[in-house]
């Protein structure tokens, strides 16, 4: 890509369009990159297959979004057409791009465009990388240093999926896609655990976080988790400073004296042998603990003060989605979790009983795509027998929908037979009518899963704000 200097000293790859169009808009990584482009003054706008919460947020943000396929002047007026991993070729917003010679390519295409020469750290994995992501850059930021972040969730601190800032460090989430992470080439690369949805097969995804991980120049620095068979495959033989994480002793950086407090922990982070900082965070559960080892680490590298990172994480207070308090409801607690895979739903259950000890604990789980495989009803068994109460719901009624409810009454009959208090819902109005009929004050509500179940939350919440307008 060009660097070419134009008349005021800005690289040419640094030039911005008037107009962006980006297609798969609500999925991660690209809303964050649509709310930076905003905020450059772009005029950004996208197609979306489902209109839900994220695209709703995107609209006040001044993004025009168009469900389905976009009008044919919206495409055909973008100096750049930015497309989501999973849009395939023969997607007729991509169909126009290739017709008129429009710019088009990734979001981290774009990102490593927008920030040359290279991306300053990039964060890859699966959830602790969202939370090591951005505790890094909400610590930059309480240390007065400005940065730019892109995230693939948002996090209230940082205004949301993204801040565009005026200081020289850029942090980015690097979401993975059927081609890998591409070579970012960013100065300090954390890599937790290998990116869903990467690569087609084990030598694919082996490629690609070879990749990701042998563009960081030998100068830089890689933090990655311990005990990762491929990522340790991917590290092997390169140049570049390798720092590794864990919960045990004997790793470069890790966590010790672990002391929990209603899921909430208090640790010490010793690096090779020495004390460095002892952090209490407020965000629950073992993942966070992780996520900060990550964070302290890569701080560390970018020379901040033992007290600014401290600071940082002992204030971060978590992403959306992410056990994420929505307030209460009539004396009920309401907390919703983006978790889709069994292990996730089974953490942050377990992390519901840790905070919330022996109060009644109501799970609402919607599942990813169109069902549930009959080999994920076992896991996801185990996982959801920790509630009180279950209900499965599958969301907004489709035809995809009808279809994959198979798998869901499947799972509802076996938790029954556990002994587990479980009903399926056909919907999310059903389950919402469900839930106002049986709750009573000192339960707790976990939302978890897919698409818009975070959305009974906020049902539930309007309730409220109209009692309260009508007293």
Known sequence: MPMDRGRRGRTRAEVVPAHAHLVGIAGRGMSGLAQMLVRRGVKVTGSERDVGPIVDRLRRLGVRVHAGHAPPA?????????????IGRAHPDRLV????????????????????????????????????????????????????????????????????GSGSHFVVEAIAGPDGLGPLGPAVAVLLDVPPGIGSGPAATAEALRQFAASVPPAGLIVAREGSGRVEEALRGLATTVERIALE???????????????????????????????????????????????????????????????????????????ESRGSYRGVTLIDDECQDASAVSETLAIGRQVFGARRLWAVFLPAGVGIAPEDVGPLLAALAVADH?????????????????GSRSLVRSLLEAGVRARWMASLDDAISDLDRHLEPGDVLLTVGAGDVGTIADAFIRRLSRHRQGR
């Open 97 to 164: 791009a290739d017709r008129l010679g429009i710019a088009r390519g990734s979001p981290l295409r774009w990102l490593k465009h927008l920030n040359p020469p290279c991306i300053g750290l990039a964060v890859a994995g699966r959830r602790d990388a969202g939370a090591a992501s951005a505790m890094i850059g909400w610590t930059l930021v309480r240390a007065g240093l400005d940065p730019t972040v892109v995230l693939g969730r948002a996090v209230p601190q940082l205004g949301g999926w993204a801040r565009l």
């Open 249 to 323: 002793r004997g790793s470069d950086w890790w966590g010790a004296d672990l002391r929990e407090e209603r899921g909430r922990f208090r640790f010490r982070v010793f690096r090779r042998g020495r004390f460095a900082v002892e952090i209490r965070l407020q965000v629950p559960g073992l993942r966070n603990v992780r996520s900060a080892l990550a964070a302290v680490a890569a701080c560390n590298r970018l020379a901040l003060p033992t007290a600014d990172i401290k600071q940082g994480l002992e204030e971060f207070d978590g992403l959306s989605r992410d056990f």
């Open 74 to 86: 919206w495409p055909r007026a973008a100096g750049w057409l930015i497309c989501a991993p999973e």
């Open 390 to 406: 279950v209900l499965v719901t599958e969301g907004r009624p489709t035809a995809a929908s009808d279809r994959g409810a198979s």
